[in-house]
C-alpha cells in the first residue's frame, strides 16, 4: 500500500511538472528562444530526483563548439540523466515520434529525428544536424544504435558519427569535438549492484516498458555514473571508422571501470 501511494505520488508530480513547463516550452519551440535549451535539463533533473536516480559526474563537459555526444545506450534512463547533467539534444530514430509519452517528450525536447531507411531523406537531416551543431548546440549520440542491458558495450556503428562529418562544413575552424561519454549504473539503496538488480540497468527492447518503470520506481535510489571522456577532433578527411573505433575504446574503458568498481581520476 505505501509503495502504491509511493509510486503514485512521483508519478504526480513528474505529471505536474510536464504540465507546468510544457506550454514555456512551446512557446520557446514556436519563437526559437534560448529558454527552450535550458528547460529540458530542469525537467530532466526533476523526473531523476522523483525516480530516485542520482548522478555522480565524472570529468567535464567540453567547452568547445561544435560539440557531438557519443555515449553507450542501456536504457531510457540515460536520456533523463544526460539530459539533468547538461543541455544536450538527441539524435532519435523517427520510430520514436509515435511512442506514448516520449514521443511527446521528445517532440518537445526538440529531438533530431532521422529516417536510416530512407536515403532519399538523408539530405536533410544531415543539414538539419549540421545546423543545429553551427548554431551551439550539443548532440548527443548513441552510436550503438539500440539499447542494451548495460553491462557491457555493443559493437558501434561507424555510418552514424556521419554526424560529425555533417557539421564540417560549417564548423568555424574546419573541426568538430566529438566527447565520449560513458553511463554506468552501479548502485542499488547504496549498495553495489549484484546480478539480481541488474535488470534495472539496462532496457534490452524485448522487456516491456510498464513493467520496467514501475521496477525503478520501486527501487526509489539508482545510483549512476557518468564519465566525460577525452575530446577527439574530426576534420575534413578524417576516417569515419576511425573516429568510431576510438570512441567505442574509449567509452568501453570507461565503463568497465565503473561496472568493476574502479573509479579513474
Known amino acids: 500500500m ?4 509511493r509510486i503514485g505520488f512521483l508519478l504526480f508530480v513528474i505529471a505536474a511538472s510536464t504540465l507546468l513547463l510544457a506550454p514555456v ?23 531523476c530526483r522523483m525516480l530516485g536516480i542520482r548522478i555522480h559526474v565524472h570529468g ?3 567547452n ?21 547533467v547538461a543541455d544536450v539534444v538527441f539524435i532519435a530514430k523517427n520510430e520514436v515520434k509515435t511512442w506514448p509519452v516520449f514521443g511527446l517528450l521528445a517532440r518537445l525536447q ?4 532521422v529516417v536510416r531507411e530512407e536515403k532519399r531523406r538523408t539530405g536533410d ?23 542494451s542491458d548495460g553491462n557491457r558495450l ?24 566529438v566527447q565520449p561519454v560513458a553511463i554506468a549504473y552501479t548502485r542499488v539503496y547504496g549498495l553495489p549492484m549484484g546480478r539480481y538488480h541488474r535488470p534495472l540497468a539496462g532496457w534490452p527492447g524485448d522487456v516491456r516498458l510498464l513493467p520496467h518503470l ?17 575530446t577527439a577532433e574530426f576534420r575534413e578527411g578524417d576516417k569515419r571508422k576511425q573516429l568510431s573505433a576510438l570512441m567505442e575504446g574509449r567509452i568501453r574503458t570507461m565503463l568497465l571501470d565503473h561496472l568493476r568498481g574502479r573509479h579513474p581520476a
Open 110 to 113: 526538440k529531438s533530431i529525428f
Open 125 to 147: 537531416q544531415v543539414n538539419e544536424i549540421a545546423e543545429r551543431m553551427a548554431d551551439g548546440e550539443i548532440v548527443v549520440l548513441f552510436p550503438e544504435g539500440t539499447t
Open 2 to 5: 505505501i509503495t502504491s501511494l
Open 25 to 47: 516550452q512551446l512557446a520557446g519551440l514556436a519563437f526559437d528562444w534560448r529558454l527552450r535549451r535550458r528547460l529540458p535539463r530542469l525537467w530532466h533533473r526533476i523526473a
Open 154 to 177: 555493443l559493437e558501434m556503428k561507424s555510418s552514424l558519427f556521419g554526424a560529425a562529418a555533417a557539421a564540417l562544413p560549417l564548423a568555424p575552424q574546419g573541426v568538430v569535438h
Open 60 to 62: 567535464r563537459l567540453d
Open 214 to 230: 514501475i521496477g525503478v520506481l520501486k527501487a526509489g535510489a539508482l545510483d549512476v555514473d557518468v564519465s566525460f571522456g577525452e
Open 64 to 84: 568547445r563548439r561544435p560539440l557531438l555526444i557519443a555515449a553507450n545506450h542501456a536504457s531510457w534512463k540515460d536520456i533523463l540523466v544526460l539530459g539533468a
